[in-house]
Structures are given as structure tokens and as C-alpha cells.
């Protein structure tokens, strides 16, 4: 019976020792605020965090603070959430803050998410980390997938500014590694789109609202945050590139202070809305190409 009550303790003692170090190793504070909270969906988010910090294997703590906050109480939000954190990620919008973190505690390690906002220079960053989107590879493999669901009719890529020339280059290369024939439609959000009755697939590298209908018949590809829930059926791809998203490939990359780190988003198949699975597990693994 002593064996028996041993062999029982050991282990408890062992989950005692992990979950003492889980809870005592520096945390990673991401600043957030309400409005990210809601287009992500807060259970989500809760889910979201909790995987985090698992495969961190560190607490991960959401700074919540409001849209107009001054950047002196978002800073000062952060220092008490934690005096020693492992890592503080600030949103670009927030990007003020994070420099003045990062004048009043010089020994953080304080990131920058940059999004698909254009790199601000080495000057402007004061040693802080700068993540930026890799649109480029976003596009390829979004492409991809768009080559599989147009069946042998057009894409129409629709961004919020004018595409620049390379992300059109990575965009054509993902479609005819797919060995798509059809034609390539490239519009701006706030023109006039073309017609739709020949469109196989949109992909949308903008704001989602135009095309978060309920009766549009046509694959959806969207580079956002929000919450699938929230989506239609027509949508079928969500390239996330929040702070949960990547945290962990930001934090187990290779970072140099004042310059850029480029990462992927984290690709979100909603498969309840395949209704070509066998084409969907042929096209998943193409997804984490390279190119």
C-alpha cells in the first residue's frame, strides 16, 4: 500500500513543480483593447490565450486598456501588469506607447505588431522589435487554395490600397504552381467591382465588411481577425496574423532590436464549410510552403 501511495505522490509532485514554474516564469503581456476583443470574439480570445501559454509554457496576460487611452497609462498599465515581463507585444496602433515603454524600462523586450503597415525605419523604433506581415508568402498560399476553389473561373483579389507589384508576382506564382488558367481580377476597395458572375474565388486583403453577406455564393478568402463565427458560409480561409496568432513564432524567432521580423499568418481552414474535402487535405500542405 505505501508502494501503491508513492507512486501516487510522484506524480502529483511533479505537476506541482511544472505548475510552480509555469506560474513564476516571466509572463508575456500583450496590450489589447475592446475593440480587438470583439471583432476576435472574446471566448475565443480566452481559448486563444490559453494555448498560448501553454506552448509557452508561461502565462500570457492580456493588458486591456481603452481606444483613448494616453500612451503615458498604457505604458504604466503595462509596468503593472508585470514588473519583470518576458515580452510586452503592443499593436502598431499603439505604437507610441510602446516606445515610451520602452524609454522608461530599457530592459524590456518590447514588440511591435506592424501588421501590413508600412515599415517606419530603424529610427523610429528605438530598439524596440518590429513584426511585419510576410503579405508576400500570405499571398502565395492563399493563392494556392484560391486556384482550387475557382474551378476553372477567375480570382478576384481585392486589397485596400493599390497591390504592389511583388505581392501581385507572389500571388501569380501560387496560382500557376496550381496550375490555374483563368484570369486574375485586381480591384481597390471603394471602386466599382466588376461583375461576379464569372468570379470563382475572392480574396479579400482588406476590410471584410463589403463581403460578409449571407447570400453570396461565391469562396471567400479573408485576411482578418475576426472571429469565423462571424463570418458566412461563403467564407472558407482566415489568414490571422494577430498577437495570438504569432506569439509564439515571434518569441522563438530570431529578433534584432530596430529592425523588422517578417512572419506568415496562421492559416485558419474552417472545415465544416469544405465541401470538397478531398481537394481540401490534397491543398492544406501546401499552405506551409515556402517560395
Known sequence: MKFLRSKRVIPLSILLVLGLV????SPVLIITDASFGSLYGQRRLWFRNAKTSLELFRRVIPVMVYENTG?????????????????????????????LYKEMFPESETIIMGGRNTFPGEEHLNDLYYVQSHTELDLYRAALYAAELCQDKDVLLISSDQIPDV??????????????????IYSEQGRELPSLSNIGCIVLLG???AF?????????????????????????????????ALAREILNSDMVEGEEIMLPSSPLLLLNRMEKILEFFEISPLLKENF
Open 167 to 184: 505581392y501581385r508576382e507572389a500571388f501569380m506564382l501560387g496560382l500557376n504552381n496550381q496550375g490555374f488558367t483563368a484570369s486574375v
Open 212 to 244: 460578409l453577406i449571407d447570400d453570396l455564393r461565391i469562396p471567400v478568402i479573408l485576411f482578418s481577425w475576426i472571429n469565423p463565427v462571424n463570418t458566412p458560409r461563403s467564407v472558407k480561409l482566415i489568414f490571422d496574423d494577430s498577437p495570438w
Open 22 to 25: 509555469f506560474y513564476f516564469r
Open 207 to 209: 476590410s471584410p465588411a
Open 71 to 99: 500612451s503615458s497609462q498604457i505604458a504604466l498599465a503595462a509596468s503593472y501588469a508585470s514588473s519583470s515581463p518576458r515580452a510586452v507585444i503592443f499593436p502598431y496602433r499603439y505604437m507610441d506607447a510602446a516606445i
